[in-house]
């Protein structure tokens, strides 16, 4: 069953990759596509579900299957699914990717960024002040970087770096910024990125960037190997 679901997901990709089936289109009903396909209705209802989970496919109560808009912010959910799922080690390499990606975001966002989302930048930074628990701090922070690279201009880059950092590992970093007791330097971090992109200064907010994304990698490290020791 799983090699000829296989061969579904693959014939239904073909058509949408030759522009047969175009983003937003309505797929031809079930025993139709089957037929046409070449393929059991259970396949193929197999190959629906799975590319539904990835954001390609769209059934809707009474009209049928259609294909999404296929952007990104759809088409990497399962990224972020991913993410959340991870520990140790590869958690930590999640973390690097987006070390290495994001300060390039920022450094993009510098001349796109509007007045509202200076304004929203500066109350994400008033909630972090604010904030009393961990959750409020990590919704302050998401919404912070969210702004930045959605103003990258690039949806695909924006969308990626979104769901490497999901909410695990934003959780784990946050933990572990506690323990060291590092909650007003991270605090400061960002103010300097917003600095930098007030000034629309792209190296410096991309500097400014890495550096929070450096220690925060440094900290999780030490709390990666904490959690290891007390297993062992």
């Avoid at 510098?110 to 304004?119: F, G, K, S």
């Avoid at 490497?164 to 784990?172: M, N």
């Avoid at 890495?210 to 030490?222: A, F, P, T, V």
Wanted: net charge negative; glycine share 6%; hydrophobic share 45%.
């Amino acid at each position: 069953m799983v090699a000829l679901t296989d061969q579904a997901i693959a014939k239904i990709k073909d058509l949408i990759m030759s522009g047969e089936f175009a983003a937003d289109s309505k797929l031809p009903k079930e025993q139709e596509l089957a037929q046409r396909l070449g393929l059991s209705r259970n396949s193929l209802r197999e190959a629906v579900r799975a590319l539904t989970l990835i954001g390609v496919l769209e059934p809707r109560v009474g009209d049928g299957t259609y294909v999404t808009s296929l952007e990104p912010e759809l088409l990497l959910t399962g990224m972020g699914f991913v993410s959340d799922l991870v520990s140790g080690n590869t958690l930590l390499e999640l973390h690097q990717v987006r070390r290495i990606l994001e300060p390039v975001a920022t450094g993009m966002a510098t001349t796109r960024l509007t007045e509202d989302d200076y304004v929203a930048l500066e109350l994400c930074l008033a909630r972090m002040d604010a904030a009393e628990t961990t959750q409020a701090f990590i919704a302050a922070d998401e919404e912070f970087h969210r702004i930045i690279v959605t103003a990258s201009g690039n949806s695909t880059l924006a969308s990626l770096i979104q769901h490497l950092s999901g909410g695990t590992l934003r959780a784990r970093l946050w933990r572990s910024v506690t323990e060291q007791g590092a909650i007003e330097t991270t605090k400061q971090r960002h103010r300097d990125i917003y600095d930098a992109l007030r000034e629309r200064d792209a190296e410096r907010a991309s500097a400014a960037d890495l550096i929070h994304l450096s220690e925060g990698e440094q900290w999780l490290k030490h709390m990666l190997a904490a959690d290891e020791a007390e297993t062992a």
